[in-house]
């Protein structure tokens, strides 16, 4: 299973951004998705996931009411709307799945198989 993360880029504060996870490779069909995120100097952090089904999504407290995840079936991708970003939102953005066993969201970073390589999101004026 291969993930491709895309969609960042340098915005202003209280810009938006649509971050994609394009999921690949995989047989077994659509997994559960989360996004994580590394500031420099920081650890990895949990940013949001998604079951499988789409049905449960969850959020960081940090993030809740600006950031959105969504399924996009069709294309097998999962996208991640970051509204009203702020500087400490300055990070590598990566998407991660669980094994396809797993249907429900998962918070920690080892709940998740697979990772992607990140994308760049940088929040200045």
């Known amino acids: 299973v291969q993930l491709q993360a895309s969609g960042g880029g340098l915005v202003q504060p209280g810009g938006s951004l649509r971050l994609s996870c394009a999921v690949s490779?995989?047989?077994?069909?659509?997994?559960?998705i989360g996004w994580f995120r590394q500031a420099p100097g920081k650890e990895r952090e949990w940013v949001s996931c998604i079951s499988r089904s789409g049905g449960s999504t969850d959020y960081a407290d940090s993030v809740k009411g600006r950031f959105t995840i969504s399924r996009d079936n069709a294309n097998n991708a999962v996208n991640l709307q970051v509204n009203s970003l702020k500087s400490e939102d300055t990070a590598v953005y990566y998407c991660a799945a669980r094994l396809f066993r797993y249907g429900g969201c998962g918070l920690a970073l080892n709940d998740y198989k697979y990772w992607g390589q990140g994308t760049q999101v940088t929040v200045s004026s």
């Open positions: 490779g995989s047989t077994s069909g659509v997994y559960a």
